[in-house]
C-alpha cells in the first residue's frame, strides 16, 4: 500500500526556501538508489540545489518558474510549470527561481546509477503537452501503438 511522507518544513535553507525530505532509504530501512526531496519556494525566491545524483529529476507540483543548471550553458533558462518534469544529468547543481505564485517542487537524484559509465549531458523540460504531441507524431509515424 503506497503511503505519502509529507516532510517538516519547519527549518528553510534560504530566504523564501523551505525543503524537507519527501523519501530517503534510511526513512524505509531499504536499500533504494533514491532520495528525493520536497522544496517550496516562495514567489520570487530563487534556491541554489546540490545535486549528488547521477541523473537527476524536478517535477513541479504547483507555480511556474525558471532552471538553470550548472555547469552553466550561456544564457540557459529551463522554463517550469505545473506538471513539468526538468530532467538532468551530468550536472552537480541546478537553481530553481520562483515565479509570481512561487514553486513547489519534487526534487528526486538517481544515486545507484553505474558509476564506470559517465551520464550523457541532458538537460530538457518535459510537459503534459508535449509528451501528447510526441506521443501523436510517434503514432503517426507508426512507431507507437494506439490503445
Not at 523519501?23 to 520536497?38: A, E, M, N, S, Y
Not at 543548471?69 to 537553481?95: H, I, N
Request: charged residues 20%.
Amino acid at each position: 500500500m503506497p503511503q505519502v511522507c509529507t516532510p517538516d518544513f519547519s527549518a528553510g535553507c534560504a530566504e523564501g526556501v523551505r525543503s524537507g525530505p519527501w523519501f530517503h532509504p534510511d526513512i524505509w530501512g531499504q536499500p533504494v538508489p533514491l532520495t528525493v526531496k520536497r522544496r517550496r519556494l516562495d514567489p520570487g525566491a530563487t534556491d541554489r540545489i546540490p545535486l549528488r545524483g547521477r541523473e537527476n529529476f524536478a517535477y513541479v507540483i504547483a507555480g511556474t518558474g525558471a532552471a538553470a543548471a550548472s555547469p552553466a550553458t550561456q544564457g540557459e533558462r529551463l522554463a517550469l510549470g505545473t506538471e513539468s518534469v526538468l530532467w538532468l544529468t551530468g550536472c552537480d547543481q541546478m537553481s530553481a527561481h520562483a515565479g509570481p505564485d512561487g514553486l513547489d517542487l519534487l526534487v528526486a537524484e538517481a544515486t545507484g546509477l553505474d558509476p564506470d559509465v559517465p551520464p550523457f549531458p541532458m538537460r530538457m523540460v518535459l510537459t503534459a503537452a508535449g509528451q501528447a504531441a510526441l506521443a501523436a507524431d510517434l503514432a503517426a509515424a507508426g512507431l507507437l501503438a494506439r490503445a
